[in-house]
């Protein structure tokens, strides 16, 4: 089996892949101060929940947005798994052209998302993915990495909120009943769920413009299904969207 590691600012996600089809997921916080055994601890604590065992773990990949923790899964890999971990970087086979400024800025989920939408979805396509930060990605139509655009995600637009005003309270991301608040709490729930609807109606418009016709819109990340449920420019939402990019980008570099 693989293990499909997606490390990102808030959570590490896990994918365990048995051939093309993911078995099972499951995700732990991330932290840059957890060493590999105590990241492995809490992965092998999970497993059997998930109907996996160690040895089940012949291969693994990763990408990281956290530079820091990306040797500490290489650890684990070699000492658990006694496998090496494929780490998307430079030099990996991606099949993601990069028509970028500096394509080395550009982070590896990004690309790894771009893998995953054409390889699943096909081009022109817009990827959403709503984390730690919302970013969208657009992939052309012959499968090439064009560029994008990268606003504060929802959780930290709340965040914000809340520690930079007196008086406002911290929110839990609900829909609230209608656009116009009636309490404090409904209003910011309002301001940032239907205001992020916008935004993402907003810039799909934009991207999809400017990609020269129309584009498959896909969404992933925590609050997809929130969003992609108060409007139509969303067409697909995939949870697992990273997960399966890194699965099809070990298929490239096995060959």
Known sequence: MLLAIDVGNSKVAYGIFDGASLKTHLSIATSIHRSSDEYASLLFNLLPFHGVTKDDIQEAILCSVVPPLVPVFEELCQRYFRTVLLVVEPGVK?????????????????????????????????VIDMGTA??????????????????????AATEALFNRTARLPRI??????????????????????????????????????????????????????????ETRVIEEVDRHLTLHGLRLIRDLNRS
């Open 94 to 126: 991606t099949g993601v052209r990069i028509n970028m400024d500096n394509p080395r800025e550009v982070g590896a989920d990004r690309i790894v998302n771009a893998a995953a939408a054409y390889g699943l979805y096909g081009g022109p396509a817009i």
């Open 172 to 229: 839990e991301l609900v829909r609230p009943p209608n656009a116009i608040g009636k309490n404090t709490v409904a209003a910011m729930q309002s301001g940032v769920i239907f205001g992020y609807v916008g935004l993402v109606e907003g810039l799909v418009s934009r991207l999809t413009r400017e990609v020269g016709g129309k584009a498959r819109v896909i969404a992933t990340g925590g609050y997809a299904d929130l969003i992609a449920r």
């Open 134 to 155: 919302t970013t969208f990605d657009v992939i052309s139509e012959d499968g090439s990495y064009i560029g994008g655009a990268i606003a504060p995600g929802m959780e």
